[in-house]
């Protein structure tokens, strides 16, 4: 699943919210209003949902994001990729990948 | 008896045959204000006797709401005991606007600790000996009523409900004033012990959420205390919410928003001694 990781959405149906930041390195509290459900998540993956729910707020924005753009500071690639799996597992996010572009490469 | 009571942050309507729910209503809530014929009132409560035969054979107590029954009838010896059963359920599903959690609320000024009621916690045993022994301000053993508007905890003061050995070591405090024990309920013998008067008078000051205390009785065990992160807190108590799926994202950002501005804290004590001791402990690094 992991190389099949490109983007990253919020999983269809669900509605999240983040608790407030309760210290550097604490975790957070991540709540769907649809369901109910609530997950306690590392500051990695607050950022991860953080970044989705600010691009979902933005009109005109796409909803999804690539892994490439969430890879920043102090996270590298594979630390996104992992938590970003770990989030598709649990059923917090959904994956979606790319179609190849001319060339056969994957944006 | 057929009486209408401020019950705060409630207005609760009574009606009830029983001369044990009298005599209960008398001692435990005597000094509430009664409220005059028109008043909004929030609940309507009736406990009336079984049906059938169960009005004279095995005599039966029912309680409804609303005109509506959520439980199966208790002997009528267990009226009163019923009753305070009942006005818990009663709070905890229906109360519109208020995220309610199960739990034990006391204050020092108008700073309030709560104390969620895990199995095995002492969490009414801990909350009589903070009132009754270290003066601290009764806002309910059972009940943490908070307005998402505010952030206030609010008070609602009632007897405090005891059951099997923790009658025995309450009625020892001084300043106890305990009811009748009733025997043979589903929680084996209970009591009730009256709220203070200091308590009463200030029912209607909020208070302000300043520390979240997870207690645990083990009998003998040496005071310990441990402060733990809020995200861990937070998995705690949304579990003692009762009314979180109906409060929904407005109760997530309330129980978040106190968690904010609370210190979050595990304690393990193994007398009454040791959990206050604990509370100090937890009270006096606060400030």
Redesign the interface.
Known sequence: MAQDLQRLAVRRGRQL?L??C??RD????L?D?NS?D?W?VGEAARYIVGALLDASAAPGVARDISIAELSTFPWSDEEIMAVGTELVASGILESKSCPPDASGRHR | MDIRLRIPPFNVRLQSPFDDVARHVQRHYGSCEALPLGSFIDFHVRLVPGQGLHRIWRPQARFLVDDQNPFIPLPAAQAAPMFEWGLNWTVASRSLGYAVLHAAVLAQGDDAIILPGFPGAGKSTLCASLCLLEGWRLFSDELAILDPDTGNLLPHPRPINLKNRSIDIVSQFRGASLGPRFHDTRKGTVAHVGVPDASMRLADRPGRPRWLVFPRYEEGAATQVEEIPHAEAFALIQQQSFNKERMGDVGFDALCSMLSNVRCYSTVYGSTKGGIEGIHRIVGSSH
């Open positions: 919210a608790s407030p309760w210290g604490a975790p957070s509290a709540f209003r109910g609530y306690i």
